[in-house]
């Protein structure tokens, strides 16, 4: 039969596992948030200047419409949004199923963590009234 130390052990090893699982969640919610916020404000900037290009370049050189038709087809070379980009998604959609992943990983080690404990109190308290009834002379 297993000690209370023995079911200790696996308490403060799952207590650990799920400790880390909330470090590694973290580290992915701020990967998805740079990609959601940071990169949203770079696509922005990158767009709004290659708007202004495009303005320069049509108030430069007028009355050529080839020139003209070409710089307005600069238009459609703007960056896509995260969503909009099939690279950029596909790498969200992956970060939130690795945070769904770690997430269910960690629930797990919540779980067992409990459970352990449960398992350590209960051990614990055997072992204490063992020890009582034979410190007590109860025991042979």
């Given amino acids: 039969m297993a000690s209370s130390s023995y079911y200790y052990n696996l308490y403060k090893k799952n207590k ?22 940071d ?11 290659l708007d202004r ?14 020139f003209a038709s070409s710089a307005n087809s600069l238009a ?12 950029l998604s596909t790498t969200q ?3 939130e199923d690795e945070i769904a ?8 080690a919540i779980s067992d963590k409990d459970y352990y404990y ?5 051990k614990k308290a055997e072992e204490k009234a063992a020890l009582a009834k034979k410190l007590l002379g109860g025991g042979e």
């Avoid at 990169?39 to 200047?49: A, G, H, K, P, S």
């Avoid at 290009?53 to 080839?66: A, Q």
């Fill in 16 to 37: 650990n596992k799920a400790e880390d699982y909330e470090d590694n969640l973290k580290d992915l919610g701020k990967i998805l948030d740079n990609l959601h916020y």
């Fill in 118 to 122: 449960r398992k350590y109190k209960e």
């Fill in 93 to 95: 959609d992956e970060l």
């Fill in 39 to 49: 990169l949203f404000d770079e696509i922005l900037d990158v767009n709004d200047r």
């Fill in 101 to 108: 992943r770690v997430r269910h990983l960690k629930s797990e």
């Fill in 76 to 87: 459609n070379e703007k960056e896509k949004s995260v969503g909009a980009d099939r690279d």
């Fill in 53 to 66: 290009l495009i303005d320069d370049l049509t108030k430069g050189v007028r009355h050529n419409s080839r």
